[in-house]
């Protein structure tokens, strides 16, 4: 039997390590897009086309996705795959730039089309921290569902106005208005009254939860 030369062997050895490092990438990533959609990992899972069990092994790190399995992953969340893999292999640069328009597009659970999220910056360490949101709404015969979180979430109100509720209170809010409040308490739009509405939400998580934020 040929034996493999050292230069082989490295290689292979390196190739495992990236496999390793890739599969790892995207475990994260799936976890932290999950939380940000508020899906579970059966509805992920039943998208994608795999068991939730192989779905639960990838995000923790203990599985390597097969193309196939990326294929589905991005049809599920609802990104692409350069969007999934962002980040892997390249710096740790502590600054992050996204240009207009181009934040991750994210669809929230009970959201329909006219109503967008832009995800603007997306935590690097092991825990989440915040998340900033450029929220567009755009149709007004939304029925919107109520949003719970651990943190504390503060919006601004660039553009429009609406009402907002949080828990049993209800604020107006127009232009150039802000409120902020527990994401704990059920909250959301109640009725948008002139419309485009844009509105910053900024979510800062404490270091207690910060693993569990947005999941359903």
Do not use: W
Request: proline share 5%.
């Amino acid at each position: 039997m040929m034996k493999s030369s050292p230069r082989r062997i490295t290689a292979l050895r390196k190739r495992d390590s990236d496999g390793a490092r890739l599969g790892q990438h995207v475990g994260k990533a799936v976890r932290r897009l999950r939380g940000a959609h508020g899906l579970t990992l059966g509805e992920v899972a039943t998208r994608a086309g795999i068991s939730r069990a192989m779905l639960s092994r990838l995000e923790t790190g203990d599985a390597t996705p097969s193309l196939e399995t990326l294929a589905g992953l991005t049809t599920s969340l609802g990104v692409s795959l350069s969007q999934l893999l962002q980040g892997f292999g390249g710096d740790d640069s502590p600054a992050q730039l996204v240009r207009r328009g181009q934040g991750l597009h994210v669809v929230r659970r009970g959201t329909k089309r006219g109503h967008t999220y832009h995800l603007l910056a997306a935590n690097r360490g092991p825990k989440k921290l915040f998340e900033p949101f450029l929220i567009s709404l755009t149709d007004k015969s939304e029925v919107f569902p109520g949003f719970e979180h651990p943190g504390t979430e503060f919006i601004y109100m660039l553009e429009g106005s609406l009402t907002y509720r949080h828990g049993e209170e209800s604020y107006p809010l127009r232009r150039g208005d802000c409120l902020t409040f527990s994401g704990r308490v059920p909250h959301g739009p109640v009725t948008l009254h002139r419309l485009p509405i844009r509105m910053l939400s900024i979510i800062i998580y404490d270091g207690a939860h910060a693993d569990d934020a947005g999941l359903a």
